[in-house]
Nanobody, 124 residues
Framework: QVQLVESGGGLVQARGSLKLSCAASGRTISSYTMGWFRQAPGKEREFTALSIWGGSATRYADSVKGRFTISRDNAKNMVWLQMNSLKPEDTARYYC?????????????????WGKGTQVTVSS
């Protein structure tokens, strides 16, 4: 079992930045693909970013490419999502997730463990 706890969300103005954190416990995340998803009110939970287990490979949704950066420290069991140039459409609850798949997983069903999320609100 892997427990995930997100933090760092909040209210920010458009064009601002936030850094989300995900603290993992229970097992080392070194053998997991770690992902961030987001869910806006009335919408499906959507893939945002992922980091392959070694951290050398990442993948992003087109909507955040060039603005968001995922990073991880396997020794600290931590994952982060640096969000820059935020837009009102980035407003959502952001979830950290862990997948046993060793290749990139971009769908909700491919993830085994989830945190409860942290709210990000971007004002215009």
């Amino acid at each position: 079992q892997v427990q995930l706890v997100e933090s760092g969300g909040g209210l920010v103005q458009a064009r601002g930045s936030l850094k989300l954190s995900c603290a993992a416990s229970g097992r080392t995340i070194s053998s997991y693909t770690m992902g961030w998803f987001r869910q806006a009110p009335g919408k499906e939970r959507e893939f945002t970013a992922l980091s392959i287990w070694g951290g050398s490979a990442t993948r992003y949704a087109d909507s955040v490419k060039g603005r968001f950066t995922i990073s991880r420290d396997n020794a600290k069991n931590m994952v982060w999502l640096q969000m820059n140039s935020l837009k009102p459409e980035d407003t959502a609850r952001y979830y950290c997730a862990a997948s046993r798949l060793l290749v990139g997983a971009t769908t909700r069903d491919e993830y085994d463990y989830w945190g409860k999320g942290t709210q990000v609100t971007v004002s215009s």
